[in-house]
């Protein structure tokens, strides 16, 4: 599946990832960037692919986005592949930035020689104990075996990076950005209206998204269990990745508190997002939530232990108070970030210009 979001300056067709990219007379002028993202994902799970693509639109850069349709189907799979190939001589990208692991990155790795970036989004490198054994080593190996030919490796979190087997001179750590225009704080009660629901009612958003194994869906359900004790009747709202995308800012203004009690985390979004509405989080210790919480109140990182998280949540729902959250997310509205991929890009493609006039001056036989 392509997705084509235009940026502005397009460029001609002759300019290759190995040509300059300053236009003439000193502009500088558009790159182009392929992004390929999971398949067998919904829209809304990807619709944060479209917004990063429209933030990199105004630093200069073109953005397409391919989706896999599936990372499991070998005839699926060698279908992509073909049409990844074809749609690469078609609109001849500068780079291409596969923004997972595993089948995803492999498979662009071995689609074109031309320079690539990767992103490493969790469980691409982490544990999923959704999936058989086999098929995560799997999958792990593949992940590894593209940062060989990546000319920049980019993973959400710090553990991420200590994952990666080589070429760490390589690596940079780089959160997904958020948009800290849509994601805003807004009065609870304006956004319960909305949704119609009980402004008495106290809330919790737990994000199940469709693997609600690596998710630890029942923790958070007794977690919500230990707290009832304490405080009385909790409403747990799960969120299944079905939800529209224009919705999910009104969910977190709404709720009292969001609950994270994964076993296996890169670094969630979601839980930047409800920070940037103000909304606590009650989180185990899991990812780089540590660092996304430090210095926010109220909020509480806690074991992964029912009691402890529910204990944390009572506490929280009983006060019913927003936290500063926003504040410790500033340093990465989708603005900063794409100001930061835009200078990636172009230093991979001045380094890969840089190597094949070096190789070119090693072969003239002149």
Same mark, same amino acid.
């Given at each position: 599946?392509?997705? =084509?979001?235009?940026?502005?300056?397009?460029?001609?067709?002759?300019?290759?990832?190995?040509?300059?990219?300053?236009?003439?007379?000193?502009?500088?002028?558009?790159?182009?960037?392929?992004?390929?993202?999971?398949?067998?994902?919904?829209?809304?799970?990807?619709?944060?692919?479209?917004?990063?693509?429209?933030?990199?639109?105004?630093?200069?850069?073109?953005?397409?986005?391919?989706?896999?349709?599936?990372?499991?189907?070998?005839?699926?799979?060698?279908?992509?592949?073909?049409?990844?190939? &074809?749609?690469? &001589?078609?609109?001849?990208?500068?780079?291409?930035?596969?923004?997972?692991?595993?089948?995803?990155?492999?498979?662009?790795?071995?689609?074109?020689? #031309?320079?690539?970036?990767?992103?490493?989004?969790?469980?691409?490198?982490?544990?999923?104990?959704?999936?058989?054994?086999?098929?995560? !080593? #799997?999958?792990?190996?593949?992940?590894?075996?593209?940062?060989?030919?990546?000319?920049? =490796?980019?993973?959400?979190?710090?553990?991420?990076?200590?994952?990666?087997?080589?070429?760490?001179?390589?690596?940079?750590?780089?959160?997904?950005?958020?948009?800290?225009?849509?994601?805003?704080?807004?009065?609870?009660?304006?956004?319960?209206?909305?949704?119609?629901?009980?402004?008495?009612?106290?809330?919790?958003?737990?994000?199940?998204?469709?693997?609600?194994?690596? !998710?630890?869906?029942?923790?958070? /359900?007794?977690?919500?269990?230990?707290?009832?004790?304490?405080?009385?009747?909790?409403?747990?709202?799960?969120?299944?990745?079905?939800?529209?995308?224009?919705?999910?800012?009104?969910?977190?203004?709404?709720?009292?508190? #969001?609950?994270?009690?994964?076993?296996? /985390?890169?670094?969630?979004?979601?839980?930047? /997002?409800? #920070?940037?509405?103000?909304?606590?989080?009650?989180?185990?210790? =899991?990812?780089?939530? *540590?660092?996304?919480?430090?210095?926010?109140?109220?909020?509480?990182?806690?074991?992964?232990?029912?009691?402890?998280?529910?204990?944390?949540?009572? !506490?929280?729902?009983?006060?019913?108070?927003?936290?500063?959250?926003? /504040?410790?997310?500033?340093?990465?509205?989708? *603005?900063? =970030?794409?100001?930061?991929?835009?200078?990636?890009? &172009?230093?991979?493609?001045?380094?890969? &210009? !840089?190597?094949?006039?070096?190789?070119?001056?090693?072969?003239?036989?002149?």
């Amino acid at each position: 599946m392509l997705i =084509v979001l235009r940026g502005s300056g397009d460029i001609g067709r002759g300019l290759t990832s190995n040509s300059s990219i300053e236009a003439a007379h000193g502009k500088r002028t558009a790159i182009r960037s392929l992004h390929v993202i999971p398949g067998g994902s919904r829209d809304a799970s990807y619709d944060f692919a479209r917004r990063d693509a429209l933030a990199l639109k105004t630093v200069g850069v073109d953005v397409r986005l391919f989706v896999l349709v599936s990372r499991t189907s070998l005839p699926s799979l060698l279908r992509d592949y073909w049409h990844l190939r &074809r749609e690469i &001589r078609a609109w001849s990208p500068h780079l291409i930035h596969a923004h997972y692991g595993t089948v995803t990155a492999f498979l662009c790795a071995c689609a074109t020689r #031309l320079p690539l970036v990767l992103t490493f989004q969790g469980s691409d490198l982490n544990g999923d104990p959704s999936i058989s054994v086999l098929r995560s !080593k #799997l999958g792990h190996l593949m992940s590894h075996l593209a940062v060989l030919r990546a000319h920049h =490796v980019l993973c959400v979190s710090e553990q991420l990076r200590t994952r990666l087997w080589w070429r760490h001179e390589r690596i940079s750590v780089c959160p997904n950005g958020v948009n800290l225009r849509l994601y805003c704080p807004q009065p609870r009660d304006e956004a319960r209206s909305r949704l119609q629901w009980d402004l008495r009612e106290r809330i919790v958003l737990f994000n199940a998204g469709g693997n609600p194994k690596v !998710k630890n869906q029942n923790l958070a /359900e007794a977690a919500i269990q230990s707290a009832a004790k304490i405080c009385g009747d909790i409403r747990l709202v799960i969120l299944d990745g079905t939800a529209p995308p224009e919705q999910i800012p009104v969910l977190l203004n709404a709720a009292d508190c #969001l609950l994270v009690t994964s076993v296996s /985390e890169g670094s969630p979004r979601l839980v930047r /997002e409800a #920070l940037a509405c103000n909304l606590p989080v009650v989180s185990v210790r =899991v990812g780089d939530i *540590e660092q996304q919480l430090r210095d926010v109140a109220p909020s509480a990182l806690v074991d992964a232990d029912a009691g402890q998280l529910g204990a944390a949540l009572a !506490k929280i729902l009983e006060r019913r108070q927003r936290s500063n959250g926003r /504040e410790s997310v500033r340093p990465l509205a989708t *603005e900063r =970030v794409a100001d930061r991929m835009g200078s990636l890009y &172009r230093t991979v493609l001045g380094n890969a &210009r !840089k190597k094949a006039q070096l190789n070119s001056a090693l072969t003239d036989p002149a």
